[in-house]
């Protein structure tokens, strides 16, 4: 196939760019900065907002997979979250407007698979009957009582990322949204990493009593979903990309700590993972926002996980992670 993958330099755009080629694939990678990737991947400049040369790259391909979007590993000030907006908003828009480009020349591709997240849907304690969220009885975010007002724009921005997806005229290009959890990689940087070293240095107890869940996914079967949805011409809309497994934060890093040899764990209050999140530079609500999502489409749709339980995900990702340092 060929497949351009807008954004496709962050983390988990390295790791599915690298999948797509290893099958064969012909990838190309749009960004905003020039960068050496891959060999086999090629890299086309973007600025994200406007149509430009880079379009053309999107005419005779088969499927366009957008990433693209400002990383959320940061502090929620008032400048940062419009920046969030509209580097989502504005990147599917763009892209939108290439694909439908394309279909008034004749050759748009078939399937556009867009990045969303599944902090779309409401903190899971706001639901009052312990029940996950899915694709059909979900409650989505926005409006439950007694969270900060960040949390409630994090929401918005989700929910106007899909907006710009579903306005695009594009009638002729199937389109789904990957409602994704967090991505789950050995790679330095992202959340496993950071995870990691807060479970290596006795950091990586409980946060605020540790019942929130935590929505994952192993960074191999985001791949696969990936593949799976591009596959399959009969699947469009919302997908959640998650583990079948969600799991309470205190449980979640007391795996991780038995899968690095059982390090200890100390407990952290609210306010302590507030000041914890400063020195960071990141924030809170990626601790403390109850996130409990199941893949249920994906499920009825025959997708089946590889990495479907987080304990044997935990030591699998450890083991990767020990083997990249020993590189």
Known sequence: MRVVVPGGTG?????????????GDEVTVLSRRPERLEDGVR????????????????????????????????????????????SRVDSTRAVGLAIARAARAGCAPRVWLQMSTATIYADSRSRGDDLP?????????GEEPDVPLYW?????????????????DTPTTRRVAL?????????????????????????????????????????????RAVEFLLARDDLDGP?????P???PQRELMRSLRGAWGRRPGLPATRFMAEVGA????????LLLKSRRVVPRRLLEAGFTFAHPAWDAAAVDLVGQARALRRR
């Open 152 to 168: 409630e724009y994090s929401v918005r921005i989700a929910r106007r990322w899909e907006q710009a997806q579903a306005e695009a």
């Open 11 to 23: 983390q988990v755009g390295g790791v599915l760019r690298r999948a797509l080629r290893d099958r």
């Open 278 to 285: 400063l020195a960071l530079r990141t924030d809170t609500e």
């Open 179 to 223: 409602r994704t959890a967090m991505v789950m990689t050995p790679d330095r940087g992202g959340v496993f990493d950071y995870l990691s070293w807060m479970a290596r240095l006795g950091l990586g107890g409980p946060v605020a009593g540790g019942r929130q869940f935590v929505s994952w996914v192993h960074g191999e079967d985001f791949v």
């Open 133 to 141: 969220h899915d694709e059909v009885d979900g409650v989505l975010g």
């Open 43 to 86: 890299h086309v400049l973007w600025d994200g907002r406007t149509l430009g040369p880079w379009a053309a790259e999107l005419e005779g391909a088969d499927a366009v997979v957008n990433l693209a979007g400002r990383t959320v590993s940061c502090r929620y000030t008032d400048a940062n979250l419009r920046q969030m907006m509209d």
């Open 239 to 243: 997908f959640i990309v998650a583990a």
């Open 245 to 247: 497994g969600p799991v």
